[in-house]
């Protein structure tokens, strides 16, 4: 059999099948073993081809298009290394659940662990940080082997995709000469069913009826029941969750990523300063409800998290549409595993409308209060971490997407940002936390959502600086806004800080870098905030390309501001409480 | 049982275990979770502690260092996708057989795969990447507890440095409260076996001694042997194998990372233009052994892979101290373990001194005559990639160490750097081949010698720009000198490059950046050549810390004056074998 003619007609079987499968962009790192994919790949007229010298940040910036295109994104690149180098995207795309198909080209078999160059053992590279991994066939060009192919790659965006959504990882291994042969007019060109060989269809987990009336009966029982919304994504949710919250007059505690914080949805009910109020001993005890259902991840809030916790005499359903264990703190008494959006809808028909919303009434009246005290935040000339997002929330355009980055940004976020109707999309890396490929994944995401405005601070920013090199390549608009404090922010906030004495070198790690050099590297727009004033203006000009806003922060004042403003909220809500006003 | 005595404790009891078995560095990345063995680890006199806030680079550095000093660095981060960015170094540092203890930091058993923050499952995270995973016990203060951390201590470090040398993973749960108790006078002091645990010594492979004499036989019953060595690092192999190629009057075909290429060792046998004279066919023909001894990893030379893939019917000998199989021509007819200084000299006494050198001479010859024409690559004025290892060879002072960066330089440095007895180190990361993490693993070795050069394209250069936070942070001599090509000149030398059509966007990949802006942010010093006269000039001033030199080069005029080169080399070989001069 000819090599070439194999080589190429597995290949574009399997390239063709991927985009009817509905991958619609690939991201291909440059290598050498990766050459026959990467040459047909580039050949798919529909495919975009998205090239990424940095596997790191390639991976991430995939994760960002997933995650903006709720479609499954193929990533590509050579054996050895580079492989190693998806390693951290995967593990975040496996727990925050965004479709990936990982591509690595491999050495055929007799190259294997014999000391061939670039070569490292590649099958289950990522263990079990992916749903599915196969070992290719090497390619041939039988009826067989092209139905294969095309099934493999069915079945990898189809899994990629069922929930819980995740990465996928195949493993190609390819001969020498690598070259594939394109001059053919019928690259793409299916000789079966050339609609896609099979369609895969996945139904959604629905509860029977029996089992929506058994727990609409549950819920109806308690009189104080409050939902918590954690990041989610699932379609309809925002709408079926407020129809449920307005129904039985439940507060909706909802997390920045939640999507329930901005949108054309019903905000009644949401509330959005308990991380704040939390804090506070007497709102825990006089809020303290008798139901909690959950839907979503775990939220950022760690006053909420405590609240949970001590909530353990509490009944607590979690309803999970991917059937994972979202459940840190043991207190869950019901795992519901059921599409959330569908949850929703099918306890609705079962339960009555209520008039009661006196516990409610406690929930907003405390929100209310608190979130006029927050705007207190404004009244400061410094340049202020709080404030900034509080500025945020006020100024930035209906639609846009707003990515935020780990440690701080997503916590301030949750303090500053509250309920609007703009329809913002917040956005963040909340599987596994880390602050690595933040760059990326919102750059990724701007290829998807426009204008997009990534808040992240000096550390994370620093962690990706690879990432901007997409920006440059692909003239993606995006506007960082850096906030510089000089180090890890967060640990400020954390018990070691108690610890001075080898704070600043193991915990603060300042790295003194002017970022405006790398910036110009880049090719972007560099703007250093001296004020207030100045902030809102770089605010309303749209960017065309990169962009950095940088604020200076220092973590010290930025610790007591959080402190005071904190102490001085709590005071308030024990007024408040106690009935003094 | 006080919890914050039993996390001191036990880590203490480990940290000090770590020195005692020969730790000298341990690289920390900072972080939540991992904060107990960070704050113990920086308390202890003597371990000298390098903060890296980007993983990926980190464990690199710890590479560097690792391969520098021959003693296993430890590396520290915390939980999540931090651990996962160590894995590209861990998967090089497994191949090239280095030594690595890799510390992650874990949540606890009851805190894993139930969406606590910052959490992935880190069992086995690296899966065979690794000769060794511990899943730590969670910390106790017993005595069977304090045992157990400093046994699986001395181990891990005992197993990390065992031929084959690699990566350990040791995977610590800790528990909140993170903090430990430093305020202890006795903090490192070991109740039993101050002086380390368990004292752990491991012998070297050796052949017995009617092995030895049967391969002596087996060797002296040829009359055309030549030996081969990849890189290795073996003691004491310099003068072994030049031993046992002086008695037996073989020729040495020594590839740049063999450390025979610049020594005190006898260079008589060395030669060192194969990898140019080995694509003449009229060589290959003539030269053709009838006994191949090889010692180390796999050569650079591709020439002189297919050379020796070509001699499948002559006996070849595979010697390996650690015990791989390397091998991808599957052409070996004899694989011996032994170590490798040890077979030389175990063989030496049963071999007689032969007075024939005729074979050798053949070699010599074509050495001498292909070394005087490459040599012509001075001649020219233009900036050109082959001369720039010339003029290195020429300039670079004693004792200085030359890393260089897969693809083309370690090419072009096997090609134009050619015996000297300057002693020149040359340094590479060729486990995997991988242009990842070149500048940190070359900082990592810069911290132990000194002065140390690096040689990059600038793929290379970029795909670890964070690597250099470490120069400036701990202000570390280095004298980066970057080939700036603007893309992946080693694709212009492979078959991909006769297809023009997207050529460019998939292989050459310019990145079109001024590196300048970068250096400039990490406090470097910049440079740009414009004629050798400068470079010369360049590299005889001493630098105190970042320095970069870039020389700005044509990937088209490059393959050409290669090819040029090649074949006019070439042309006088074939004169020569002909008998013509």
Redesign the interface.
């Given at each position: 059999m000819n090599h070439q003619e194999s080589l190429t007609s597995y290949i574009a079987a399997f390239v063709s099948e991927l985009y009817k499968s509905g991958v619609e962009d690939v991201v291909?790192s440059?290598g050498?073993r990766s050459?026959p994919m990467?040459?047909v790949i580039?050949?798919h007229p529909e495919l975009r081809?998205h090239?990424h010298?940095?596997?790191?940040s390639a991976a991430f910036f995939a994760l960002g298009i997933a995650k903006a295109s709720k479609r499954p994104v193929a990533i590509l690149c050579t054996s050895?290394?580079?492989a190693?180098?998806y390693?951290?995207a995967?593990?975040?795309a496996?727990?925050s659940r965004v479709p990936l198909i990982v591509m690595t080209a491999d050495r055929p078999h007799?190259?294997r662990?014999?000391?061939?160059?670039?070569?490292?053992?590649q099958i289950?590279?990522y263990?079990?940080?992916v749903k599915w991994f196969v070992e290719m066939a090497p390619p041939e060009n039988t009826k067989e082997m092209i139905r294969y192919a095309r099934t493999v790659c069915a079945r990898a965006a189809s899994t990629a995709l069922r929930a819980p959504a995740g990465p996928v990882h195949l493993n190609f291994p390819f001969r020498e000469?690598?070259?594939p042969q394109?001059d053919r007019d019928d690259l793409f060109e299916l000789n079966e069913r050339a609609h896609g060989y099979v369609k895969i269809q996945s139904g959604d987990v629905s509860l029977t009826k029996a089992q929506a009336e058994e727990m609409a009966e549950s819920i109806t029982a308690y009189k104080r029941g409050m939902i918590v919304c954690g990041p989610i994504e699932t379609d309809g949710f925002a709408e079926a969750v407020t129809q449920l919250a307005k129904k039985l007059k439940l507060p909706i505690l909802a997390d920045p990523l939640s999507q329930l914080r901005s949108g054309k949805h019903d905000g009644t009910f949401i509330i959005d300063t308990y991380d704040t109020f939390l804090k506070n001993e007497a709102a825990m005890q006089q809020l303290k409800p008798d139901l909690i259902i959950r839907f979503g991840?775990?939220p950022?809030s760690k006053s909420l998290t405590i609240f949970l916790k001590e909530c353990e005499d509490v009944r607590q359903f979690v309803v999970d549409g991917g059937g994972?264990?979202?459940?840190?703190g043991?207190i869950s008494t019901e795992m519901i595993y059921c599409q959330e959006t569908n949850l929703c809808h099918s306890i609705l028909p079962f339960i009555e409308e209520r008039t009661d919303s006196c516990f409610f009434d406690q929930w907003k009246d405390v929100n209310q209060l608190t979130r006029h005290h927050l705007a207190k935040i404004n009244e400061t000339d410094a340049l202020s971490e709080g404030k900034l997002f509080s500025q945020l929330a006020e100024t930035l355009p209906k639609g846009a997407t707003l990515f935020v980055g780990n440690s701080m940004p997503i916590r301030d976020l949750d303090t500053f940002f509250h309920f609007n109707e703009k329809g913002i999309k917040i956005m963040g890396n909340r599987g596994?936390?880390?602050i690595?490929?933040v760059v990326s994944t919102a750059l990724g995401a701007a290829t998807r959502s426009q204008p997009l405005y990534l808040v992240l601070g000096d550390?994370t920013f620093?962690?990706d600086?690879?990432g901007l090199?997409a920006a440059?390549?692909y003239d993606i608009p995006i506007h960082i806004i850096l906030i510089n404090n000089n180090g890890?922010g967060?640990?400020s906030f954390?018990?070691?800080a108690?610890?001075p004495?080898?704070f600043e070198?193991?915990?603060g790690?300042p790295?003194?870098?002017?970022?405006e050099?790398?910036v110009?590297?880049?090719g972007g727009e560099y703007e250093l905030i001296k004020d207030w004033r100045q902030f809102a203006d770089v605010l309303t000009h749209d960017c065309s390309g990169l962009k950095v806003t940088e604020i200076t922060t220092n973590r010290d004042r930025n610790l007591a501001e959080h402190r005071e403003l904190w102490a001085s909220v709590s005071q308030e809500i024990s007024r408040l409480l106690a009935g003094e006003c």
């Amino acid at each position: 059999m000819n090599h070439q003619e194999s080589l190429t007609s597995y290949i574009a079987a399997f390239v063709s099948e991927l985009y009817k499968s509905g991958v619609e962009d690939v991201v291909v790192s440059p290598g050498s073993r990766s050459t026959p994919m990467a040459m047909v790949i580039h050949e798919h007229p529909e495919l975009r081809v998205h090239i990424h010298v940095d596997e790191r940040s390639a991976a991430f910036f995939a994760l960002g298009i997933a995650k903006a295109s709720k479609r499954p994104v193929a990533i590509l690149c050579t054996s050895g290394t580079a492989a190693a180098n998806y390693f951290p995207a995967i593990a975040e795309a496996n727990i925050s659940r965004v479709p990936l198909i990982v591509m690595t080209a491999d050495r055929p078999h007799e190259l294997r662990d014999v000391g061939a160059p670039q070569a490292i053992d590649q099958i289950h590279l990522y263990g079990n940080h992916v749903k599915w991994f196969v070992e290719m066939a090497p390619p041939e060009n039988t009826k067989e082997m092209i139905r294969y192919a095309r099934t493999v790659c069915a079945r990898a965006a189809s899994t990629a995709l069922r929930a819980p959504a995740g990465p996928v990882h195949l493993n190609f291994p390819f001969r020498e000469p690598l070259i594939p042969q394109l001059d053919r007019d019928d690259l793409f060109e299916l000789n079966e069913r050339a609609h896609g060989y099979v369609k895969i269809q996945s139904g959604d987990v629905s509860l029977t009826k029996a089992q929506a009336e058994e727990m609409a009966e549950s819920i109806t029982a308690y009189k104080r029941g409050m939902i918590v919304c954690g990041p989610i994504e699932t379609d309809g949710f925002a709408e079926a969750v407020t129809q449920l919250a307005k129904k039985l007059k439940l507060p909706i505690l909802a997390d920045p990523l939640s999507q329930l914080r901005s949108g054309k949805h019903d905000g009644t009910f949401i509330i959005d300063t308990y991380d704040t109020f939390l804090k506070n001993e007497a709102a825990m005890q006089q809020l303290k409800p008798d139901l909690i259902i959950r839907f979503g991840a775990m939220p950022v809030s760690k006053s909420l998290t405590i609240f949970l916790k001590e909530c353990e005499d509490v009944r607590q359903f979690v309803v999970d549409g991917g059937g994972g264990w979202r459940d840190p703190g043991m207190i869950s008494t019901e795992m519901i595993y059921c599409q959330e959006t569908n949850l929703c809808h099918s306890i609705l028909p079962f339960i009555e409308e209520r008039t009661d919303s006196c516990f409610f009434d406690q929930w907003k009246d405390v929100n209310q209060l608190t979130r006029h005290h927050l705007a207190k935040i404004n009244e400061t000339d410094a340049l202020s971490e709080g404030k900034l997002f509080s500025q945020l929330a006020e100024t930035l355009p209906k639609g846009a997407t707003l990515f935020v980055g780990n440690s701080m940004p997503i916590r301030d976020l949750d303090t500053f940002f509250h309920f609007n109707e703009k329809g913002i999309k917040i956005m963040g890396n909340r599987g596994a936390n880390g602050i690595d490929g933040v760059v990326s994944t919102a750059l990724g995401a701007a290829t998807r959502s426009q204008p997009l405005y990534l808040v992240l601070g000096d550390l994370t920013f620093f962690h990706d600086l690879n990432g901007l090199i997409a920006a440059k390549q692909y003239d993606i608009p995006i506007h960082i806004i850096l906030i510089n404090n000089n180090g890890g922010g967060i640990f400020s906030f954390l018990p070691q800080a108690n610890h001075p004495k080898n704070f600043e070198k193991l915990f603060g790690t300042p790295l003194n870098l002017e970022f405006e050099h790398v910036v110009k590297m880049y090719g972007g727009e560099y703007e250093l905030i001296k004020d207030w004033r100045q902030f809102a203006d770089v605010l309303t000009h749209d960017c065309s390309g990169l962009k950095v806003t940088e604020i200076t922060t220092n973590r010290d004042r930025n610790l007591a501001e959080h402190r005071e403003l904190w102490a001085s909220v709590s005071q308030e809500i024990s007024r408040l409480l106690a009935g003094e006003c």
